[in-house]
C-alpha cells in the first residue's frame, strides 16, 4: 500500500469514527425532549438531537451531517423502538437531513461566522418549509393510520381553535414549531461548533 493510499484509508477510518461518535451523542440527546405546549400537540417535541449532525456538516461535508441523522434514527429504532411504527423516525430523518444538509453546504462554500448564521438561517427555512409538505402529504397520514386515529386534527384544536384541517394545522402548529427547532439548533450550534470543531479536523 502507497502513501496516498495509506492517506486515503486513514482519512476514510476517521470520518467513519468521527460520524459515529456524533451519532452515538445524538442518539442520547434524543432522550431530552420537551413539549412546545402552546404550540404543538404532545406527539411532537423538541430536542437538540441535530446539532451532531450540524457539527458534523460543517466539519466534514453534508454526506457526513446527514449520515448522522440517518444512523441517530437507526440507533433509536434499535435501541429504543418506535412508537409510531418509523413514522415518527421517517419525519425526523427528513426534517433533520434537510437542515443539516442545506446549512452544510452553504457553510462549505465559505467558512466564516457569517456565513454560519447565513446557512442556518437557510437550512431553518427549508427545513419548516418541508416539514409543512412532508407532514401534510406523507407523514400525519401515515402517522395516523399507524396510530389508530380517526382524526388526528383533534389535538391541534385543543391547542389552537384557529385549527380546523390539516392544512391548518401545518400552518399554525408545524410551521411555527420548526422554526422555533431551527432557531434553537442554530443558538446551539453558533455557541459550540468553534469549540468542539478542532477535535474534528
Given at each position: ?9 486513514l482519512?476514510s ?5 468521527r460520524?459515529a461518535v456524533l451519532?452515538?451523542?445524538a442518539?442520547?440527546?434524543m ?9 404543538a400537540?404532545?406527539f411532537?417535541q423538541?430536542d ?39 413514522v ?7 426534517i433533520?437531513?434537510t ?30 418549509s418541508?416539514?409543512?409538505?412532508s407532514n ?12 389508530g ?7 391541534g384544536?385543543?391547542?389552537n ?9 401545518m ?19 453558533l ?9 474534528l479536523?
Open positions: 500500500m502507497n502513501q496516498v493510499s495509506r492517506s486515503k484509508s482519512s477510518t476517521q470520518v467513519i469514527t460520524v451519532s452515538a451523542i442518539f442520547i440527546l432522550f431530552f425532549q420537551f413539549p412546545l405546549a402552546v404550540i400537540p404532545p411532537i423538541l437538540v438531537s441535530d446539532v451532531p449532525g450540524l457539527i458534523a456538516g460543517f466539519a466534514m461535508g453534508p454526506l457526513a451531517g446527514i449520515a448522522v441523522e440517518f444512523f441517530k434514527n437507526i440507533l433509536h429504532m434499535l435501541l429504543q423502538g418506535t412508537s409510531t411504527m418509523g415518527g423516525e421517517l419525519s425526523n430523518f427528513i433533520g437531513s437542515l443539516v444538509g442545506v446549512s452544510s453546504v452553504i457553510y462549505r462554500r465559505k467558512r466564516t461566522y457569517k456565513t454560519a448564521i447565513i446557512a442556518l438561517f437557510a437550512g431553518t427555512v427549508c427545513m419548516a418541508l416539514a409543512v409538505l401534510y402529504f406523507v407523514v400525519f397520514p401515515l402517522y395516523a393510520k399507524a396510530m386515529l380517526e382524526n388526528i386534527v383533534a389535538a384544536t385543543a391547542i381553535g384557529n385549527i380546523t384541517s390539516l392544512w391548518t394545522m400552518i399554525y402548529s408545524i410551521l411555527p414549531f420548526n422554526l422555533i427547532k431551527g432557531l434553537v439548533m442554530t443558538i446551539v450550534t455557541l459550540i461548533y468553534k469549540k468542539v470543531s478542532y477535535l479536523h
